[in-house]
Each structure stands twice: as structure tokens, then as C-alpha cells.
Nanobody, 128 residues
Framework: QVRLAESGGGSVRSGGSLRLSCAAS?????????VAWFRQAPGKEREGVAA???????NYADSVRGRFTISQDTAKNTVDLQMDSLKPEDTAMYYC?????????????????????WGKGTLVTISS
């Protein structure tokens, strides 16, 4: 059974940095995959933030491009989201999501309904 677990959330001031990690277990090995980070702020729809495909291609939402970086840590078996130059509008619950046996595809972050597995989320709060 595939399980995803996020960590690294917290509270920082505007301009600060945080690094989120998504640890996966139970996933099919030697499989294509698409791992993405989503976020949902209170009263807003969930939005895709960044995605990493097994072929190395990354995609970012316009709102975070140049500030966020998604990467894979093969030693820790995680997909991380480095968030720099954080803004109060980045405040949200951040979720890791994945689909296997396919790559992300496209030139944008996949829509949430494309993702098969989800973590429970980690809260990021940015104060001004």
C-alpha cells in the first residue's frame, strides 16, 4: 500500500525559507512516477505548486517559479520542496501527491484529480 508522509512545515517570517519533504513507502519500484506538491489555503481551492517526473522534468506554478525548487533525495527516498523568499500568500496546508506507472506529462503541474495517492499535509504559515 502506497503511503506518503509530509514533513517540514512550520512558521517563518516573510522572506524566509522552509524545506518540505515527502517520504513515500509501498510504491512500485522500477516504475515511472509523478510526484507533486499541492497547497490549499483557507477558503481557496487546492492548487498545484510543483511537480517532478521520473524523467527528471519539473514544472512549477507561476506563483512560485523562481522561489520554489522540487527535487528528489535518493539517499533519503524523499521528494523535497525547497521554498525560498516566502510570502504571506504562501500560507497554506501543503500536500504531497503521487501517481505511479506514468510520468507527469505536460508543461504544467498536474491537476489534483490526476493524482492517486495523497499525504495528510503539513502546515506552512508565513507572517509579514
Amino acid at each position: 500500500q502506497v503511503r506518503l508522509a509530509e514533513s517540514g512545515g512550520g512558521s517563518v517570517r516573510s522572506g524566509g525559507s522552509l524545506r518540505l519533504s515527502c517520504a513515500a513507502s509501498g510504491y512500485p519500484t522500477d516504475s515511472s512516477y509523478c510526484v507533486a506538491w499541492f497547497r490549499q489555503a483557507p477558503g481557496k481551492e487546492r492548487e498545484g505548486v510543483a511537480a517532478l517526473s521520473s524523467d527528471g522534468i519539473t514544472n512549477y506554478a507561476d506563483s512560485v517559479r523562481g522561489r520554489f525548487t522540487i527535487s528528489q533525495d535518493t539517499a533519503k527516498n524523499t521528494v523535497d520542496l525547497q521554498m525560498d523568499s516566502l510570502k504571506p500568500e504562501d500560507t497554506a496546508m501543503y500536500y504531497c501527491a503521487a501517481q505511479f506507472r506514468v510520468r507527469c506529462g505536460g508543461r504544467s503541474v498536474p491537476r489534483d484529480y490526476h493524482m492517486d495517492y495523497w499525504g495528510k499535509g503539513t502546515l506552512v504559515t508565513i507572517s509579514s
